[in-house]
Structures are given as structure tokens and as C-alpha cells.
Nanobody, 126 residues
């Protein structure tokens, strides 16, 4: 059973842009928190951005502040991540995640989320 499906990844030169999309099943989209994570080879999964779905409050990792924007389209049950001014260090597999049960974990912690997509690869060349 698939709850989250990412798309929009690809290869781009440094300084370029990509927009990732995460299509969510209706149930999953009733999550109270949704986020984007990334994982590069040999590294831990890292929180990129998150959104408190009912209030629209957003959170960003320090490395992407001012370059990435998380947003949601409730009518389409879709979460987005607009990525501008991409750098080679942004290269990673990007995952969409949803939290359907309130908990005290931080937005950047993987154990906050109980649903995950399969990921979409982003590769940035210098």
C-alpha cells in the first residue's frame, strides 16, 4: 500500500532549480506534519524542510534556508519542495514523510514521521 509518491528529481547544474512533488493519499494528507528529508551515500538521513499542515508554519534546515521553499496544495493532496540555487552538496535521495500522530519529536527527526515515500534522486553537478 503506497501512501506517498515523490517525483520531480533529476540532474541539474549548480545554480539551477528543481521542484519536487509528493502526491499523498487523502488519509496521509490529513497528517499534522509533513516534511522533506534527504540522504546522501554514506550519510544519515537529514531533515530539509517541514510544514505544520493545518497552520502552514514551515521549518528549514540551516543548509537550505533562503534557497528551498516547502509548500502544500490541499486541493491536490500534494506537498512541494521548490529548490533554487542548487549546489553539488544538495545531491541526495530526497524523501517525503508524513506524521499522522502528534508526538514531541523535532521536525528534523525521522522518528517523528510514520509514513515515507520511496524517494526521488537529485543530482547537482558543478
Amino acid at each position: 500500500q503506497v501512501h506517498l509518491v515523490e517525483s520531480g528529481g533529476g540532474s541539474v547544474q549548480g545554480g539551477g532549480s528543481l521542484r519536487l512533488s509528493c502526491a499523498a493519499s487523502e488519509y496521509t494528507y490529513r497528517s499534522y506534519f509533513m516534511g522533506w528529508f534527504r540522504q546522501a551515500p554514506g550519510k544519515e538521513r537529514e531533515g530539509v524542510a517541514a510544514i505544520y499542515t493545518s497552520g502552514g508554519v514551515t521549518f528549514y534546515g540551516d543548509s537550505v534556508k533562503g534557497r528551498f521553499t516547502i509548500s502544500q496544495d490541499n486541493a491536490k493532496n500534494t506537498l512541494y519542495l521548490q529548490m533554487n540555487s542548487l549546489k553539488p552538496e544538495d545531491t541526495a535521495m530526497y524523501y517525503c514523510a508524513a506524521a499522522t500522530r502528534p508526538n514531541s519529536a523535532g521536525w528534523y527527526q525521522t522518528n517523528k514521521y510514520n509514513y515515507w515515500g520511496q524517494g526521488t534522486q537529485v543530482t547537482v553537478s558543478s
